[in-house]
T-cell receptor
Framework: GAVVSQHPSRVICKSGTSVKIECRSL??????MFWYRQFPKQSLMLMAT?????????EQGVEKDKFLINHASLTLSTLTVTSAHPEDSSFYIC?????????????????????FGAGTRLSVL | AQKVTQAQTEISVVEKEDVTLDCVYE???????LFWYKQPPSGELVFLIR??????QNEISGRYSWNFQKSTSSFNFTITASQVVDSAVYFC???????????FGKGTKLSVKP
């Protein structure tokens, strides 16, 4: 399958600092990337949908000024946690959708699969 | 509203046993797709399978098999002759719409003991 690289894998920071997480699709172009948050022993919760060249779409309850998303190229999206606080400590995981080219009848394409990065474990002291 | 239910929170089996992970979904969409992902202790999600709503054929891949039944809105996953390396959390997910965002179930933690 396609490869999605997420960096860093782990970060420990002091309260009040900002942390940037990168998500790269290595062998395909991803017009859409997704950012999820996962609390211990819980499921993945979608935070935002990131579209290349446009503003991200945030899920209800997610502060867009707190979690800045930039998707400047077809292979890179970044999530910046601004002024991080201990309650922001969590596992953040990105995914990139391998659409395989044209957005025609997406359900019939053999691709249109989300591939996930390895995740970033953020600990805010 | 879209929803995915994985009723089994944790399952523990002994190596070589067969195990089935249940997934029930709810959607009003007529076209949608379903996924299974594996999350080992390392954290990354590994894609296992995607199934379109109009394709009810069961699928087998090695020791893995999937049973998709629209009549019961279920997409169950069976591991035959389980191995210790199968120990992980398995997530079932529902996707739909042009954006392709996924709705995840709460996951089933599978522990395979030697």
């Amino acid at each position: 399958g396609a490869v999605v690289s997420q960096h860093p894998s782990r970060v420990i920071c002091k309260s009040g600092t900002s942390v940037k997480i990168e998500c790269r699709s290595l062998d395909f172009q991803a017009t859409t990337m997704f950012w999820y948050r996962q609390f211990p022993k819980q499921s993945l919760m979608l935070m935002a949908t990131s579209n290349e060249g446009s503003k991200a779409t945030y899920e209800q309850g997610v502060e867009k000024d707190k979690f800045l998303i930039n998707h400047a190229s077809l292979t890179l999206s970044t999530l910046t946690v601004t002024s991080a606080h201990p309650e922001d400590s969590s596992f953040y995981i990105c995914s990139a959708r391998d659409f395989g080219g044209l957005q025609i009848d997406y359900l019939l394409t053999t691709k249109n699969i989300q591939y996930f990065g390895a995740g970033t474990r953020l600990s805010v002291l | 509203a879209q929803k995915v239910t994985q009723a089994q929170t944790e399952i523990s089996v002994v190596e070589k046993e067969d195990v089935t992970l249940d997934c029930v979904y709810e959607t009003r969409d007529t076209t949608y797709y379903l996924f299974w992902y594996k999350q080992p202790p390392s954290g990354e999600l590994v894609f296992l399978i995607r199934r379109n709503s109009f394709d009810e054929q069961n699928e087998i891949s090695g020791r893995y098999s999937w049973n998709f039944q629209k009549s019961t809105s279920s997409f169950n996953f069976t591991i035959t002759a389980s191995q210790v390396v199968d120990s992980a959390v398995y997530f079932c997910a529902l996707g739909g719409g042009s954006q392709g965002n996924l709705i995840f179930g709460k996951g089933t933690k599978l522990s395979v003991k030697p």
